[in-house]
């Protein structure tokens, strides 16, 4: 009746420490990973800056594409006012991300 079922003392510490190591990198990849957004799945972006161009030290023209449409607007330290805004068609992938485009190009 020597051996026992039980784990030793040092045993069970060293289990429960490293249950609680595990614990706690799972809490710290939940935060780091998943703060706010669903990283599991890549949401579609509608809002893209397209560009910004400084016309004095407090005032810029921004353009920006929402969707199937592009809005041209003035920026200054007490406004934003749209300026423009008309519609595009949708946008082609670069030649990298589309390797028929890019076997067609080459052709």
């Known amino acids: ?12 510490l060293a289990a429960v420490a490293v249950l609680l190591v ?10 780091r990973f998943a703060a706010g957004s669903a990283w599991w799945r890549a949401a ?11 016309l004095g030290p407090r005032h810029r023209v ?3 594409r929402v969707d199937d449409k592009e809005v041209l607007i003035g920026v200054s330290p007490g406004q ?24 067609m190009e080459r052709s």
């Open 1 to 12: 009746m020597g051996s026992s079922t039980l784990p030793s003392g040092a045993g069970l």
């Open 22 to 31: 595990l614990l706690a990198a799972a809490l710290w990849a939940l935060r």
């Open 44 to 54: 579609p972006q509608r809002l893209q800056l397209v560009e910004v161009r400084a």
């Open 62 to 64: 921004v353009l920006m």
């Open 80 to 103: 934003i006012s749209v300026i423009d805004r008309w519609s595009v068609g949708p946008q082609p992938l670069p030649a990298a991300a589309d390797p028929v485009a890019a076997a």
